[in-house]
């Protein structure tokens, strides 16, 4: 399938999709049937959509083309109660967070779609293994070129944006000892990571040109980098965040990388080059690992600074920008959750380690999701 032309959209327009986990009560194992919740809420969506993901323990919630932050807000929380209705009448509840705690990978059941069957047809148990839990953040752009200035732009930010969002330090019964697990899940596939180096739009379309003779790809949807372009939206997506167990810190994520972008495409403060992204797989694990007090190297100064400390400079930077976008609110939250010094992943660490069981975690993620 040829590469579309790149959408023109309203720059700085967001977009933001939310994997999340459907749970069986009192066992609180991940439910094989998510189906019969999505056929029973998707034409209640008005705005935004429910739909399937990769296996049959997965709900994916989408926002339509959203003006700001607050827009988005808007269309999850009426989701976000017509979701929770039908979970109630189905025996089921939804929760956040990157990975299930205790999930068996050998169970999970992959969603009756052509595309996901011809990926495990490709790709083999590494599909099941991928039952993990994300938020994508689409944001709009004029042109392919200023959606691959920007795509390099917030490649830097990478350890940052996984940083905040880090909530998968359990995987099958065991503390993986990192912040964030559900990245390293990806390792295996061989388009994991960033984007291979362009410069404009048309050195894209060559790559993916390039790409499709190797018969592993049909569309821009079959690669999975941590950023990618996504012409038929007119966007850049950001891909590589954990489920969080709020809406409300999704949401705060999704108006720092708006502001990020809005402060890139405006100042034009980087000249990029190939470069930038020696040491970026490098400041992407000690984010995965160690989460806020992870440490990021400057490819060019060799600078080290503390994840956490960068996030608080470049939320002073952006405010700016956020305040222009409507989310002046998000920066000033996530300063608040960056001086507590507690990311998910640790809240969850806390929690066991005062006596709860994995099986009471996600019961208390589950009551958490429900209580907005």
């Not at 350890?159 to 697990?181: E, G, I, K, N």
């Not at 569309?219 to 965040?241: A, C, N």
């Not at 956490?308 to 609110?329: Q, R, T, W």
Request: aromatic share 10%.
């Amino acid at each position: 399938m040829p590469l579309p032309d790149f959408h023109v959209s309203e720059p700085f327009t967001l977009g933001i999709e939310l994997e999340l986990q459907v749970v069986n009560p009192p066992g609180y194992d991940l439910s094989q049937d998510s189906s019969r919740l999505i056929d029973a809420v998707k034409a209640k969506i008005k705005a935004g959509e429910a739909k399937h993901d990769i296996t049959e323990s997965m709900l994916e919630i989408a926002t339509g083309v959203c003006r700001d932050i607050n827009h988005a807000a808007h269309q999850f929380s009426t989701m976000h109660q017509i979701i929770l209705h039908a979970a109630k009448e189905h025996h089921v509840q939804i929760c956040g967070g990157g990975t299930h705690p205790f999930q068996k990978w050998q169970r999970q059941e992959i969603s009756n779609d052509q595309r996901y069957f011809r990926t495990l047809e490709m790709f083999g148990y590494l599909m099941q293994q991928a039952t993990v839990f994300g938020q994508h953040v689409h944001i709009g752009c004029q042109s392919g070129d200023d959606a691959i200035y920007l795509l390099h732009g917030l490649s830097r930010f990478v350890p940052h944006f996984v940083a905040l969002a880090a909530a998968s330090p359990y995987m099958q019964r065991t503390d993986t000892r990192f912040a964030s697990s559900r990245l390293n899940i990806f390792s295996s596939f061989p388009d994991n990571g960033p984007m291979p180096w362009v410069s404009n739009w048309q050195e894209f379309e060559g790559l993916f040109r390039r790409l499709s003779y190797t018969s592993m790809i049909e569309s821009i949807k079959d690669l999975h980098w941590d950023i990618r372009p996504s012409p038929h939206f007119g966007t850049v997506e950001v891909r590589v965040m954990d489920t969080p167990l709020t809406l409300s810190h999704a949401i705060n994520i999704t108006g720092f990388i708006q502001a990020i972008a809005y402060w890139l495409l405006a100042e034009r403060p980087y000249k990029h080059q190939e470069r930038d992204y020696l040491l970026y797989k490098f400041n992407r694990f000690q984010a995965c690992r160690f989460g806020l007090e992870g440490i990021i190297t400057d490819v060019h100064t060799g600078e080290q600074r503390k994840i956490a400390d960068d996030i608080v400079h470049m939320l002073e930077k952006v405010a700016p920008y956020a305040d222009k976008l409507n989310a002046s609110s998000a920066i000033t939250e996530l300063g608040y959750f960056v001086k507590r010094g507690k990311s998910e992943a640790q809240l969850m660490r806390d929690f066991v380690a005062d006596g709860g069981s994995l099986i009471g975690l996600v019961q208390k993620h589950a009551e958490i999701w429900a209580a907005g």
